[in-house]
């Protein structure tokens, strides 16, 4: 079996852990939404499986889905800390625009 390490691959599997401990840390606090919670934990683990299995929701469905998650996260306030949030929807922004096509970085992507 082999595996092709790109840019790409490391970022969706950045994007993915972050989204994964973000969503049990939502989990496991008061003031947060559960079901955002679940959803984020839902798609984030989605999107980290998509390097093992073939899913029928592509790699951009999903990025795109958890990214609507993250927003509303974002939005929906509540406590507890943003940050590692921000920081996976800004991973996951950049998944989702070089799935795309629209960000290309000469040798990298």
């Not at 980290?48 to 939005?75: K, M, N, Q, S």
């Amino acid at each position: 079996m082999t595996f092709t390490l790109s840019v790409l691959n490391v970022l969706i599997a950045v994007t993915a852990v972050l989204a994964i401990v973000d969503g049990i840390q939502r989990l496991r606090s008061r003031g947060s939404n559960t079901l955002l919670a679940v959803l984020e934990l839902v798609f984030s683990i989605a999107l980290g499986l998509t390097f093992f299995v073939a899913l029928p929701l592509g790699i951009l469905t999903i990025a795109v889905v958890l990214e609507v998650v993250l927003v509303i996260t974002l939005v929906a306030g509540g406590r507890g800390r943003k940050l590692l949030t921000v920081i996976a929807a800004i991973a996951n922004a950049i998944v989702i625009l070089a799935s795309i096509g629209w960000l290309t970085i000469p040798g990298f992507i």
